[in-house]
């Protein structure tokens, strides 16, 4: 499995943002993204299993954030909305073969994307 990630950028606080992760042989894999702001550890954002029956969200991103994917084309998108200046890092997707509960550690995720930066300025 290869994952990239793509669409960071610099945004106002408020504002929106959709990531996009292409990955190659997905199918079967949970999916999740993930970020890492300067100085601290990885922390999970949100994440869905393969069939998209369920999602599993970060408490501070719940209602700000929503995953989605398209098997088509291969790729899983990351829509941020009403986006904080403490939402800038680098964000990360990740595949998985655990599918239930959906992974939120880091260490159940089997492959990983280069991360795009977001920066939110306030």
């Known amino acids: 499995v290869q994952l990239q990630a793509s669409g960071g950028g610099l945004v106002q606080a408020g504002g929106s943002l959709r990531l996009s992760c292409v990955a190659s042989?997905?199918?079967?894999?949970?999916v999740g993204w993930f970020r890492q702001a300067p100085g601290k550890e990885r922390e999970f954002v949100v994440g869905?299993?393969?069939?998209?029956?369920?999602?599993a969200y970060a408490d501070s991103m719940k209602g700000r954030v929503t995953i989605s994917r398209d098997n088509d084309k291969d790729t899983v998108y990351l829509q941020m909305n009403n986006l904080r200046a403490d939402d800038t890092a680098v964000y990360y997707c990740a595949a998985g073969i655990w599918q239930q509960p959906v992974p939120r550690v880091p260490g159940l995720y089997n492959y990983w994307g280069r991360g795009t930066l977001v920066t939110v300025s306030s």
């Open positions: 869905s299993n393969w069939s998209g029956e369920f999602t």
């Open positions: 042989g997905l199918e079967g894999y949970a």
